[in-house]
């Protein structure tokens, strides 16, 4: 009777200890999911050109993603009030290499998440292709979470490396030697003051993000 017993409480533990590791397991499977669609749909919008079709199908960025374990949380790098998550993405299309990287940076409320694309040309020159804000969460309604929005985004796209070695500048803190977007980005200054108006800080935390990003990946040569 008693050996019976130690069999069931026996059975009944092995059981149940089963069911919590079946439980955290899938717990921590939805988790690892959860946070790499966070990384894969930003990327695939990144990857889009002005035709809406992507230079990279999204079997291979996926195989990247998984490949190179690139962008962990778990690897951040701190460098002021700017966080990089690395390693970086790295891939090739036509020859050209392209690299995807994610930064948090110090925003007026919080940190605000900035995802990254730039590519190298054949000539050795690094260009910032595409940015996306995927989180804003603790800056102000109307004012600093307008980082969020496309128009602000759209402005930190195509600048040549001659701007991203002069520096990133908002008009915001900086008068721009002219008014023209694509000849002011020449010169590191991004025009934002239409559409950030009273939030300085938040949209300078993006543009240090960016800034941070293209100083790591010169520091690769």
């Known amino acids: 009777m008693f050996l019976k017993r130690v069999i069931q409480i026996s059975v009944f533990l092995i059981v149940s200890t089963l069911a919590v590791v079946m439980i955290v397991n899938y717990a921590e499977e939805q988790k690892f999911r959860q946070a790499f669609k966070a990384k894969l749909d930003p990327m695939l919008e990144l990857l889009t050109d002005d035709s809406g079709k992507l230079i990279l199908s999204e079997r291979d960025v996926v195989h ?4 190179q374990l690139c962008l962990q949380e778990e690897k951040s790098f701190g460098t002021g009030n700017v966080r990089l998550y690395l390693p970086h993405c790295e891939f090739t299309v036509d020859n050209r290499k392209f690299y995807v990287l994610l930064a948090d940076s110090k925003g007026y409320g919080g940190w605000i998440k900035v995802m990254a694309l730039f590519n190298r040309e054949l000539d050795g ?3 910032l292709w595409k940015i996306k804000v995927l989180e804003a969460k603790d800056e102000t309604d109307g ?3 307008n980082v969020l929005n496309e128009d602000f985004q759209s402005r930190f796209y195509n600048i040549p490396q001659s701007g991203l070695e002069n520096g990133l500048k908002l008009d915001l803190e900086q ?3 002219t ?3 694509e000849e002011a ?7 934002v003051a239409d559409v950030m108006s009273y939030a300085t ?3 300078k935390a993006v543009a240090n993000g960016i800034q941070a990003m293209y100083e790591y990946l010169r520091s690769l040569k």
């Open 64 to 67: 990247i993603l998984e490949k």
């Open 125 to 127: 020159s690094v260009h």
């Open 143 to 145: 004012l600093g979470k």
């Open 175 to 177: 008068f721009p030697p």
């Open 179 to 181: 008014f023209d977007e």
């Open 185 to 191: 980005k020449k010169q590191g200054f991004i025009l």
């Open 201 to 203: 800080i938040s949209a």
